[in-house]
């Protein structure tokens, strides 16, 4: 069979299938053959229900009853909460809490519905749903959508198109530091023994800034501590300049030391070479190189044992060595 062989679905979950396909080609419009084909069901099949819905409606799509207890919720009332748990968190639901969890799905259907339900049945049912705990991305408050879209729509097929023209490189850069107590990762162990991994318990930083093209160019700097101002940026856009020997489009976020007065003078005096532009604020997501530190710092040193900040180094050179020479590691970022 294959993977998304729609034979393999239960029987509870068949019938929910079932009824929103029809509604998508009937009410919506959808085309059959895509959603057969990304359900895993046969063409004639997914026609099938579609008639049936014409012709009886909903009820027409009814899997016949088994055995067993009677659902707790309605169908209205399995699409509302449905509905709710897709695109609402907790606390817009008068919940202290951003993340759902199967006690306050369970206390939100005793306040929508009146219905009481164990912990353990509102797991199955979410399962049912085709629903699972995941571990959601965090996105700023202050994210403007619209200036993202506006970006990826208009701003940077402009700044690709220029450089393209004048036969400049694009790279997009970013800075981030680890540091030697920095782990990342799961490992297995025996229910209730959390594992314990040896380690330094120095609190030392590497400090790491690269730059990476659509075309898998990746250049970077380290070095021991410190932070990022005007002085450390300007040498990473020389060293950048140098080994990139052409003219560079170089694409940052907002942090204020890429535009001080003392990257601007320095911008002026490469006559051309070196072009700098913004990405929306707080939009980690336009920007490639995020891909690079979580490479870096999560895939690698984080599951590694680090006993001194020269192995912390080290292993930081390694890993951005590594990416430099096999860019297929890096997978294409959708953006570009």
């Not at 700023?140 to 940077?156: I, S, Y």
């Not at 700044?159 to 997009?172: L, P, Q, S």
């Not at 005096?269 to 072009?275: C, F, H, P, S, W």
């Amino acid at each position: 069979m294959r993977e998304n062989d729609g034979r393999k679905i239960d029987h509870a979950t068949l019938e929910t299938i079932r009824i929103r396909v029809a509604r998508q080609i009937v009410d919506e419009g959808k085309s059959a053959d895509e959603l057969a084909t990304a359900l895993g069901f046969r063409r004639s099949t997914v026609f099938s229900w579609a008639q049936q819905y014409r012709n009886g409606g909903v009820e027409a799509l009814r899997a016949k009853p088994v055995p067993g207890r009677p659902k707790k919720l309605s169908e209205a009332q399995a699409d509302r909460l449905y509905t709710i748990l897709c695109t609402k968190t907790p606390d817009q639901m008068e919940f202290d809490f951003q993340l759902w969890t199967r006690w306050m799905v369970r206390d939100l259907i005793v306040r929508l519905f009146g219905v009481g339900i164990t912990e353990q049945a509102v797991g199955r049912m979410l399962r049912r749903w085709g629903m699972s705990p995941q571990r959601p991305v965090r996105q700023a408050t202050q994210r403007d959508d619209t200036k993202v879209m506006r970006w990826k729509t208009e701003q940077f097929p402009k700044i690709r198109a220029e450089a393209r023209k004048v036969g400049a490189t694009v790279y997009f850069a970013d800075e981030a530091s680890v540091r030697t107590d920095h782990h990342g990762g799961t490992t297995w162990a025996p229910v209730g023994e959390t594992p314990i991994v040896s380690g330094t318990g120095d609190r030392k930083s590497v400090l790491m800034l690269s730059a990476v093209s659509a075309q898998g160019k990746l250049h970077f700097m380290l070095q021991h501590g410190g932070s990022v101002d005007s002085s450390v940026f300007i040498d990473f856009c020389r060293k950048l300049l140098h080994d990139d020997g052409g003219k560079v489009f170089l694409i940052v976020d907002g942090a204020s030391y890429h535009d001080s007065k003392a990257v601007r003078e320095f911008v002026t005096t490469t006559e051309g070479k070196l072009r700098i532009f913004r990405l929306p604020p707080y939009a980690p997501d336009t920007n490639p190189d995020e891909w690079v530190w979580n490479n870096v710092k999560t895939a690698k040193i984080g599951r590694k044992t680090i006993t001194s900040i020269s192995d912390l180094y080290s292993q930081a050179l390694a890993a951005l060595r590594r990416l430099q020479e096999q860019p297929g590691r890096r997978g294409r970022h959708p953006f570009v």
